[in-house]
Every structure is written in structure tokens, then in C-alpha cells.
């Protein structure tokens, strides 16, 4: 905007069109685009969002020119309208609204009957003969420009309304006579007054400047400005405020408004159109639900014209924008005016049905309903039974939303409970303080895991995710009875067997059998958008997947290969655990090795049931990653053993020992310790008996289906080349030993490193040159890189970040692409300037996000990887990044 | 080297000079030098590193050309001895020795007396009439050569050299005869063919042609390998070999071998010359400590024309090299000759006697001599009492050197009764199992501290480095008496009041009292040294300090301001502490703030007093920082105390209280927990009194002074923009509301952040826009960017790491810079892209470092700040990277 002289700053309805979103804002664009296609909108005019800034930029001056094209506008408004603005007889009444490029809350919204003053009410009392609307249209109206322009408290204004209906024995606003009304005009003009420090201002076109200025000014509100940092909105794009003719559906009984969706939101059903309406009411009114609405098929048999032409519209706008749409209007004496139309939000099933009905219908091609009819993130809510939200009572308590989806069951406390009475074939679910590896056979026996402790990277959720069962955790209101019989959760007590509903997506507990939706994985609508998919993207898509089990339902969900194979869990099994325990225990390396030794043929089948079921697609396993304390008892618990039998006169030496070497292997900050490849240092034995058990898997494996399987062999938490090196000469060595104790072809082998430190990621050429490929371990890499513990920051400060707006998204759901992506990109550019072909892949949770979806597919990764559960959305967030627009969010 | 046919690949001594380092290596070019100044080294000739690499390159064939050109040389230095190497009646003997630019152990080292075989060693006793003599040299060679070359073992000679001293009765090597000597050569050539397959090889030409090659090997072996990438030394520069007549210091009674340094290399005076000599020896004796060597100054009674002719070579070296020498020579038959000259290694105190004497002198002028003959890492040692490690005796054992320097003094194990003792006068060593906030007076009282665990972050190293005592920490082989009276270390028993030495440079832990050498921080040498730096440097030196004392300190050695001044450690004092508790305890904001607020005139006084101390320098201070669970007690101590209340019978409901926020507030990895501006942000009301008491304190100073304090407020651990900018608006919110409140003029102030955090660094820019400086906390940044707990690497896997070679050097004491000091490269270039004149400091240990002080210096920041007794050693290495060359080190 060079020069505000020759920029045009006002924009007729006429004159617009939905392309020029950027400069008319959403509202503007669709309210133009109506009138372009010759539908009935009130007429009315745009200013434009360049004029918002140069507004703020001007030092909060209308720019030059601004007023008089306003003026000009308004002129043709009112002469096309046959009333004038603020004319005390005949008054033409407006309603200004805000409308920036992206729908935006936070805003000031919406101003209706601008125009009304004390001499005008009388006017249009008179005109139409209806004092009452005439009053109640002036109270709304001093209420809302009150509230959105002067900054005067609404709650001032509810008051004197509750004490009017209270003094006249009114029920409802509708009670209220013309009377009543008209003293209520007093009251809010003194109210006005009082608090504003001025008389509430009557000369309309001051009204109109004090609104659009105050649209202008809403821009830079807080609430806007965080709205648009964390969506990464640009703050310099402006609001556009639109300037419309009013039209009343309360003038009697053959007016109404309402809202309507043009298929059914919830099933995306195309039958009728869906919505609802009232019959002499201000759109304002549906929305606030004071009346209940009445379904929008009854308008048929009220006002039938009406109802033909709303039929027709939304065929129309349909068919324009290609995607369902979601209208407000309201007709006037008979007469249908559209406010507004949009893209209409619609349940993940509705969001299924939508984009492959569209598609057969030929309104769009399956590249473009993928780009703008699929939501990747509702894929995910089609894939577990989900709390039906709309019939559910109010819930007990509420804790950290650990793993999605919804279960019913019958309370138990102990993991042997859980297994029991699931293997008799109860749905049960499982209560715990926390959960360990010892409860896994009861997670596995379980519908779904509450605990008392812990977020989202606590035992039970991590496990609950790979799973794919739904799981609630840190329900810090969950007080346990002391004889194991019961709990109570916020005061309510819930004994054993008593059947309660927890939501994973929400972090919800019920009391009871709360209504679920079913699971719609494999329903057509889901099935014909991940062929499309699949026929666009270009990123791989493979899972995270310890067991054959999960790798086998991960390649139903079209996984392309295990991008993360954890060895930890293998270690946990009760005949193996004990082994390790006494490896642990012992200082001399030779000692270890004999009981490590002991694990291998344990290994051995583990990889061989991995292999198998992925044969013909690749499979990364990464050797033993985590502080070898998690192996020993808890030391907390083992002291106070410890303390009590010495109290008690009975020191038990075995503890003692055992206490001492917890303590040697105890650390502050285990994340930060002997974790990964410093345990591969510290330990080698364990890693080579790895390798080699890997080897001798692939070839058992290979010896059963003639194929050799694909190995990936991958090192932990490098921070330095020389790591990787010595670590990558061991592994290399072994699978050469067992290579050539076999004889025969060999099987080639892939060497690579989790990169999960900022020092890797910095040093990433260094690193490569020791590595036939990368994974980025996200989870990990958020923890360094923002330092932050998400055992210690989730349900504590993180929450609070999340709450007061500090950050965006939960980085451990959402990658940060400021810091974690910036060290990912400056990694891959690294590895990639020293060996241009080198693998790139991430794991961790990310791999099943879309929005980090897109991101890897931006900076050029080969593949994601994910839970099981998450494989069809990262697959359909690969196709959308692949179409290289973002899709619009339709939840 | 393009064409190996235009490259001359031998270079006579005589062809050189000491500019040469690059093609003929270090020793090569001081030989050649020496040749140059005419002094009278034994003829010779290098092969020059570009050969090596050509023949490293080349398939490990000798480069074309090569062969021909050691004949040519060999044939002239034939002619110039006028005998033929493996002559048999007057053999040519030669050494081989390898040489590369960069001192470098690891390689091959030296062979002598190549050229013997069994007919020349006839050949040598009958023209030297001393067939001992003959058979000596030739045995020696077989050694050398088997072991150096052939990759015959050392042990198997030795094994026999012993058996036939047993068999003979020979107490000594000198004690056999020529006829020992000559079955013992028998027996070597056996040795020899047994253990490499075929017999010594008697043909001269090839036995030189193998000791080259095996030069040229060494260069890629994995002791070489991994010294030069621990040393930042290009693989690719190769090593040179020198090739030397052979003299002989043990034909008789008139020839000796000795070294000796041109200034005594302990005090650093000049005097006579220093060194040691043996009669009748070769040089490898002197160095072996098979016989005791006499004192240089007695060579002038047995060869006095030998010892003038030497004392004006070194006198002559000296003033060429214009820094200390270390020479070598032989004498034969009266005859000297110089084999080797190099700068001398010497001790901090003659260090920075040499550097001002050479001034002094005129040898070289300030800069010069700050450049080439000041060692800033030893500078360390001179302010602090050292043990004197020549006349200590075995340790006891050996833990982390957390807090350079020696201390002796009695053991006490309690803090109460170390302060007692200290009151008294005694010199006391306080002996904890770890030590808390609650030992500090003891640790003000005692000389030194031992713990039985932690590292260099633990309390007592982090509190000692800051009081300038010597700390030992983390000796595991302490064992404390369950009843308090003492301990034993490694199994030897220490009872209270004993006397013991611990050495924090070395981490030692003696028994009794070991030699000290006295601290020479005000030694004229250094002051002088000191002056010189400050008037070369650029870099502004700060320090870290939290009181007065140490301010004071820190400026009494040249701090220009501080650049972290901690506040935690104000919170543990006996009157607050439970005041701080109690705030802990309330979830209330309300509440915690009426106790906080109690706080605020102590704090008030804190930051009084240290605001007097910096008088007209800046001090930053640091808002408080450590996760809240270190204000409150221990949750395994309580654990148990509650356990054992309960099996007791008589529970404690308030224990039991305090225990339950202990276990709310207990982190899993409190160093990625609720810390720095995550604690600020909830519970603001302890950021804004610690603002409102640095405003009041500073407007108190001024009154008091007359001069307003320059005051930084620093907001620690922020990974996102908004962080800073919520928290910078609270502070300036209070600092203004104090300023409005006192009236008269305004202070000025700077809120500025530390970048600790990967994010922080990534996303600099950002940060900076809320920022008026950035500190890099180099010690957290470096926990994270590595992913290395401080506490539980040290004494763990990075031990192993550093002992292994894995990693260079301890990443906490000197900065990484290939991920660190990255980071840091990319924060400050984002900075200053957005501020180009934004203030960057860094502070943390580092700052004290020598090299982390020349990174700082060569990226640009304004400033290091460290802690006081360090700031000298900052001085100096600012002035030696600002003057653009690193220093040689001379320790």
C-alpha cells in the first residue's frame, strides 16, 4: 500500500468474489461470492483488511479516503434500501461483523441493528407497527455495542435484565412486554453512561466509525494475537469488516431464522439438509439456545416458499464450493435472505462419507477431496470405539488423555484380576497407581487402563498406545481403600466388579456404561481414501512394533516395513527378567556375558516371529536402550525394606547387597545417563549377544521361506562419531561370526543410529559417516532439545504452558518445528552433503501426527514411523503433504 | 602432490630449516635447523610426510622416485662418514626415527643402530677394539627392531635378557660380558625368528627400507588415530622419518649421553643450565633409569671442553628459538654432538619466571612472549597450593578432581564440627558421604573437602570451585564407621582428627601430610603477565559470584563486572529456609506470596551488598533457578522415617503431609523439570519480589554512593519467546512499580535471558527480540546439547569415555565445540541478525577455560564470566586469542 489514494478500500458485496479472501476476509469473500451467484443476501459492503492495517500502522487514524468511500457506500446502501441511517422516521439498520482471512476467535465479532437511537426506536415502532421488536431490537443493540465497542461488561447489562424480568414476573426475554422493554432502554443507557463515562452515543454514523474502529482495534487484542502465534497466523494480514443491510426474522410470525448444515454433520448422510430454526427470533437467538429450535424439516410446513428456495441455495453453494456447507439465514416476512455460508464441521465419520460421496457425485476428483474434504487427524477418531459425547453424563473425574478411544468394564486392581476375569470373557478395566512391567499380562486382559500416576510417557500410556487401548492417566482424585477392595474417585466410592467408562480422548471417567460409537476401521469410506492415498504419497510409511503380534496388525493398516522394533520389553518376560537382574548384579565383565549369554536363544525367537511377520518389508531393531536400574527394584521402596527389617531386628543382608548396587546404578537424571549406546559401552555383551541373535534369526527365518528378511540394525542416543564406530565394529563383527559360522549367502545387514541428541543432529555429517541410515528419535529429541522431562513436564508445567497459550501444541504430540524440526532439518542437510543416499526416517509418536507427517514430508524424509494405530493417518497426512497444501481442519 | 616425479621426497639436514615443520616434521626441522646454525649434529636426512602420505595412499608401495632418492642421500652421507651402511669391517650405523609436524605419541618411535648384522658387528668390535661394545648395540638393535618393526614383543627379549642374568650372576646389564652378550644375541635372533616367522634380516638396505616403512605404518595405527582426533590433528599430514649417523656415548670413559634445559624447568631461573648425564651410555639410558644419571653440572669435571661447547649450543639455541629449550646430546670420544632440541616442558612457576625473563632479556617483547611462552592452563596452578608430586607418596585412593589445588588438614565427618575446629585454628578436611546447603558453614571452616560420591557437579564440587578449596569427591572406596568415629578408605582406616592430604588438580586422597607447594597469585611474574594481557584483550572478563566476599575477591583479581550471580543459594540460610519451605507447601498463590514477600528485605540486603562490592561494574543477577523439591527434604529419607514411624506404632501425620508434597513435587529428571522460568512462571510472586528487592537495593546503593549500580536481570532456562516476554513484563512491571514508588531519578536497567537450552540457541532470534543481553549457561547447555546428566556421567560412563578415548576432553570443563560451541555459533548469529549490538556473554565453568575462552573470543561474544579464583587464567587466554594464535602448552 504505497499510496492509500489509489487503493480502492471499500468493496461492494457486488463487487467481490470468494477468491479475494486475503482482502475481504472469509465472511466477505462468501457473503460476495452469494451475491455474485444471484442469491438473496442483504446488501452491504466490505472494508477491506489493507485498510485495517493501514489503521493500526497510521497510529489508529482511519487511513485517507477511507471515510468518503464509506460514505459512498453507504449512500448506495441506503438509496437501494429506500431508508437512511439513523433516520428517525424510517431508519435503516445495519449489522457490522469482522472477517479475517482465517476464521479467528478472539475477535470482536458481531454489532447487530447499528443505527438506533432514541428518535429512530420510535420510528420503526411506528412503521411497523411492532413497538416491542422496535425496543427489544434498541436494547440488543445498546448491549452489544456496549459490550464489543465501549468495553462495558455484559454482565452490568444480564443483571438489569434479571432484575427487570424478576420485578415483572417474567419467565423468558419473550415475556417481556414493549413496556418493559423500553424501561429497560433506560436502564441500559444509564448503565452505559455509568460505566463508560459517557451518554450512549445516538448519531448513527458515529455509531458506525466507534464499530468499525473497534473491529480495526480487535485485531491486536490478546486473545487475537495469541490465536494467531500459535496457529502461526501472520499478524500483519488484518481483519476486513463487513457492513450489511439488517434483516429481521423477529417481526412476527412469518419471520425466522436458523442455521443448516447441507448433509447431515454427524453421518454425513446426504438426505435432507440439517439444522435447525425459530420462528421470530434474531439469529442470535438459535445459538444461545434461550428457545428451543425447532429441526429444520418443520420449516417445510411453516413457510414452504422459503423452505423451497433454502433447498435450492444450499444445492447451490454446494455445488460451488465442493464441499459441505454450513449457512445461516433468515427469512423476513416470507422473504429468505443468506447470511453467510462455510465450510461446514462434520464428525470423522461425516468427514469419511463427505469426501467419497463428493467424489462420486463428480464434484471433485479423489486428489482433490483428499486435499480438501480428509481431516488426517479425525482418520484416527474412526479407528477406536469413541464416547458417544452428545448422551454422556457429567464425569467423575478427569486426567491425562494417555491413549484415545473409549471402554466399558468392570473395575479390578490387581493385574491377575484383569487377566481372570478377561480370559471369562469380562470386559474389565484395569485400576492401577501406576503401572510396570509385571502388569502387562493384565493390561493385556484388560478393555482399557486407569492409574492415579503418571502422563503421557508413563509406563501405562506408552504401552496402552502400542496397544491401541484406550487409557486415562493421573486421575489424581483416585484414592485407593486400603484392603485392596475399592477406591473412590473424587469422593465416589467404586468397588470391585462395578462396571465404570473411561474415554482416552478426552481424559474422562464415568460411573457406569456410558454410550460408545463403534469403530469404523475398516469401513469402506476409510478403506477408498487410503487407496487414494497410497496412489499420491511419497513417504513411506512403517511402524513401531516389539511384537509379532503388533507387527502383523500393523501391515493389515498397510505399514511398509517396522521403522522402531524396541528390545526392551523383551527383557521384562518373567523367565528372562531374573537373568538380566543377575547380569546387573555383577561387576566382573565375564560373569555378564555368561548370564547374558543365557538371553540369546530367547532373542533369537523374538526376531525370528518379527521377521516373519514382516517378511519382504524391512525391519529396524534397536539394541537395548534403557538406565539398567529400570532392570532392579525401585530403590525408594527397597529402603524402606530395608529400614523396616533393621527396625524390626531382622536385617536381611541379601537386601542390603542388593540396596547397594541399586544405589551404585542409581541416577538423578536417567534420562540423561547411562542409557543406549553408553550401556552398549559400559555392557557390550549385551549388544553383541543381540547382533548375533539378530543374524541367526534372519537366517532361521530366511532357512523356513527362502526369503532373507530385511535387517536394519539400529544404535541408540549417539551423541559422538566415535561411538557409533566402536559400536558399529562390535555389531558388525558379531553378525560376520555368525554369518560365517553358517556358511551359505550371507544377508546384507543395514548399521544405523537413532539421531535423538542435539549433538548428533549438529554433528550429523560426522555421525553419517558411521551409518547406513537415520532415524530421528523425536520423542527423545524434544526432551534435550526444549529440556524438558515429559514424565516431569506433563500434568505439571507443560500443562500449564498448554493452558495459559505459551505453546501452541504439546511438542510431544505436535513436533516443534522451531527448534526439534530446525535441528531435524539441519541433520538431514548434514548426513545428506557426506552421503546423499543415506536412509532418513523418524519414529516416535510424531511419525503418526500429521501436521509432523507434512513436515517430514517437506524437508524430504523417507519415512515416518508410528504406532500400529496411527499407520492409516500417517499414510493420508503423507498423501496430503505430497499435494503440498495443508488441509483445512473440518473437526 | 600431483606429480610424485616433480616432488623432492628426501631432504638433506642440511637442505632445511626450522620453518620446515610441515614437510620435514618438528623433529626433523629442529635437527636440520641445528645443521643450519652450524652446530654439530651427526649428518642425516628426512623423508619427508608428503612421501608418507604417498606410500599410505599409494597401496602401501614406496612412492616412485622414493627409493632412488635414499640412495642418493644414503650414499652421501656414506661418503661423508667414509664408511658403507652393513659394511662388514667398518659398518655405517644409523637411527630411524619417525617425526611429524604435531609431537605425537603412539608412533613408532626410535630405532638404533640399524646397519648391524652378524658380519658388521665383527667388523664393529675389531675396528673399535670393544667387542662389548659391538655385541651391545647389535643386541639392542634385534630388540628395537623386532618389537618397533617386526611386532616382536619386548617381554620375550627382556624374559631372556633376565634368564641369562640369572644363569651369569650378573646383577646389572653392565655387569655382562662381550661373551654374554653374544650367546644373548644368539637367543635374540632365535626370539625373533620364532615369533615373526623368518630370521632376523641381515641385509642393511632392507633393514632400512622396513624401519621406514613401519614409520609410515605407525602414522595410521590406533593409538596415533585416535591421539590426533582427540587433538584435532589432520589425518592427512603424515609423519616424516629421519634417518641419522649413528654417534655413540658408550664406546668408553670419554663419551656420554645426557639431556638437559637451557633454564631450570622447576623454578625457571636461568643460572646454569639443568639436566642430567651418563658416562658411557646410550641416550635411551638416561631416560630408562636403569643407572642414576649425574647432575649436568658434573659433566665439566669429566669433559670440560664437551660441557663449554655445549653450554654456548644451548646459550645459542635459546636466543635462536627465543623460548627454553630441552636438548639432547651425545658425546663420543670427546666429542660432541646434538641430536635434538625442542621447547622445554616446565613447571607454572618457571613458566612465568621464562616468560618475563625472556622480556626482560630482549629475546622477545610482551606480545610475543603472552603468545609463545605464556601457558594459560598452567596459570591455574599458581593460585592455588599444589601438591608437590615429586615427593608424594602412593594415594590412598583416587575420586573426581572436583576443585583444583592440595589441602592437608585433620578429618572431621560432621559440618558443626569442622566449622568448631576451624574456629580453633586447626586445619580441618571435612569428610562427607555427599554434602547439602546444610554443610556449608563446615565447608566455610574446612581447608578442603572429601565425599564418598557425586562429580563435579555435586554440591561440594560446585561450592568449592566457587570458594577456591580443593575438593575430592565421589571416592567410593570411602566406608563410613556406622558410629560416626571414622572411616575406611580402600580398606585403611581413618579415624577423626587424623590427618590426611587431598589433591583436587588430581583427585588423590593421601594418608598424613603430604608436600604442598605454596599458591603465588601475587607473584611479580604473574602481576607483570597480567598487565600485559589487559592491554592486548578485547574480551571482557566477569566473574560468577553470589556474595559480596566473593565479588570483592573477583575484582581484587580483575573481574570487570559480574556475570551470574546465583540466587539460590540465598534461599538455604537458617533463617529463610523455612520460611521458603513453608511458601512451598501452600498451593495458594495468595499465601506463598505473603511468605514470599518475607523474603524480600533479606534479599534487599543480598543484592546491597553485593551491588556496593561491583561499585561501577555491571552484575548480572540471575532470578532463582533450582526445581522446588530442593527446598524441601528428602523423599527417600522421609520415606523412611514414615515407614518406620508407622511400623512403630506411632504414625506422623505431619510427616506424612510433607511427604505427600514431597512425592507432588518430586522429579523424575529434575534437571528437565519445573526449573528456571517454569518456576518463575508458576509462582510469579518469587521473580517479582527478587525484581522489586534488585530495584530497592540498587536505589539504596545509589543513595548510599551517589552512583547508580548497572544492574542486568536475567531470566535463566527459557526455550520459547513468550516465556521471556510474560516474565520480562512482570519484571519490568515491579522494577518500575519500585522506581514510581521512590521517585527522583530512574536507574536504568538490562532483562536479558541464559541460553541453556538447544531451543533456546535454535530459535536465538526470536529469543532475542524480548532480550536486551544473552549469557550462554554453558554448563546446562552442555547437559542437554550431549544429553550427559552431569551428575551421573561424571564418575560413570564419561570417566570411561575420557579413559577410552572416545571423547577428547571432559565436555564440562572444556566447551565441545562441534555441538556446543555450534549451538553458540548459530544462537549469536541469529541474535545479532535481529539486535546486531545485543549483549553475549557466556558463564559457567567454561568461562575459565583456555580454549572455551579463545572460542569466545573468535565468535564474538563481549564477555566470559567465571569464577573469581579463574578470572586471571580468563585474562591471559583472551589476550593470547586475541592475539590470534593458540598458545603452545608447555605443562
Redesign the interface.
Known sequence: MSSTVTTKLVYDFSEGSRDMRELLGGKGANVAEMTRLGLPVPPGFTITTEACIAFLRGGREFPPGLREEIDEHLARLEEDAGKRLGDPDDPLLVSVRSGAKFSMPGMMDTILNLGMNDRSVEGLAGLTGNPRFAYDSYRRFIQMYGDVVSGVEKRHFEAALGALKGEVGAAQDVDLTAEDLKRLVGTYKAIYQEHYGSPFPQEARAQLDGAVRAVFESWENRRAYDYR?LHNIGHDLGTAVNVQRMVFGNTGDRSATGVAFTRNNVTGEKGEPFGDFLVNAQGEDVVAGIRTPHPLHDLKGVLPEAFDQLMQTMDMLERTYKNMQDVEFTIEDGRLYMLQTRNGKRSALAMARVAVDLVDEGLVDERESLRTLVDAGQVRQLLLPQLDANSAADPLAVGVNASPGAAVGEVVFTADEAERRGREGHRVILVRDETTPDDLHGMIGAQGILTARGGKTSHAAIVAVGMGKPAVCGVSEIEFAEDGSGMRIAGVAVREGEVITIDGTSGKVFAGEAPLLPPQADSPELLRILEWADRVRTLKVRTNADTPEDATRAREFGAEGIGLCRTEHMFFAEDRIPIMQQAIMRESAEERAGLVEQLRGFQEDDFAGIFRAMRGLPVTIRLLDPPLHEFLPK??EL??EV??AK??GTPDAEKEALLARVHQLH????????RGV?LG??MPEVYRMQAGAIMTAALRVRAETGEAPLVEIMIP?V??E??LR?MRELVVEECERVLAEAGGERIDYLVGTMI????AA??AD?IARQADFFSFGTN?LT???????R???EG??LT??LQ????PTNPFDTL?R???G??IRIAKEKARAVKPHIKLGICGEHGGDPDSVTFCHEIGLDYVSCSPFRVQVARIAAAQAALEEAPVSMA
Chains 1, 2 share one sequence.
Open positions: 502465534r530403590l525408594v529402603e524402606v529400614a523396616q527396625q524390626a541416577e538423578l537424571n536417567p534420562m540423561l545417563g547411562t553408553r559401552m559400559e542416543l551423541a559422538f566415535e561411538e566402536i535423538e541428541l542435539p549433538r549438529i554433528t560426522e527423545d526432551q534435550t532439545t526444549l529440556g524438558f522431562s514424565d516431569d513436564a505439571k508445567f500449564h504452558y495459559r497459550n505459551i505453546i516443534d522451531g527448534g526439534v530446525e535441528l
